[in-house]
Structure formats: C-alpha cells, structure tokens
C-alpha cells in the first residue's frame, strides 16, 4: 500500500486548499481514512478522519468548520477541503490509512502513511 499525498502550498489567511491522498492498492474501499498534521516544533496531531463507505467524518475542534474530509473509493482518493485558513493550520499534513473500517482520532490505529505535504498560511 502506498499514499501519495499532494495540494500543500502557501496560501494567505482566509483562503482555501484541497489536499489530496491517492492510495494504490486494493483495501481502500475496506479501510477508514485519516488526516494527521505536525507543525515544526510539535507533536503530529488529529485532524480528521472518514468511515470506510464515506457515511461518518469526524473532526478535531481546531478545524471544525472549516475543514471536510471526503472520499471517492472509484478513484481510491481521500481528500481534506480546507477553507478560512489560519496561520496556526501551518504545517505538514499527512494521510493515513485506518486499520479497520471506522473512523479513529488515534495515530497507533493507522497503519499506512503518506509522505505530507506541506501547507503555509500566512497572516
């Protein structure tokens, strides 16, 4: 299994971007999907994660509102739509693949990792 992630960039406080995670690999379909980020200086941390089928999201407050996790298992795609960006969004997002078919805000539950990438806001 491997994740490619991409759609990091620098984007001004208040704009928009859509990352995406295209996974290869058969098990997409079967598996929950997370978001994970880690700013310089601190811990990886939750940001949101989706059911195998796509029928429940679930998100950390910092995002709430702001960001929507969604995913077509035609493509073998999950995506992270983020809008109203903040300069504390900064950091390295990373997708993962869940261990079984619902959603979990915990990391040890993934067991499959994309590279990251990068996403600047600044103010």
């Known amino acids: 299994v491997q994740l490619q992630a991409s759609g990091g960039g620098l984007m001004q406080a208040g704009g928009s971007l859509r990352l995406s995670c295209a996974a290869s690999g058969r098990t997409f379909s079967s598996r929950a999907m997370g978001w994970f980020r880690q700013a310089p200086g601190k811990e990886r941390e939750f940001v949101a994660a989706i059911t195998y089928s796509g029928g429940s999201t679930l998100y950390a407050d910092p995002v709430k509102g702001r960001f929507t996790i969604s995913r077509d298992n035609a493509e073998n795609t999950v995506y992270l739509q983020m809008n109203s960006l903040k300069p504390e969004d900064t950091a390295v997002y990373y997708c993962?693949?869940?261990?079984?078919?619902?959603?979990?805000?915990?990391?040890?539950?993934?067991?499959?990792w994309g590279q990251g990438t990068l996403v600047t806001v600044s103010s």
């Open positions: 993962a693949r869940g261990d079984g078919i619902n959603y979990t805000s915990y990391s040890r539950r993934y067991d499959y």
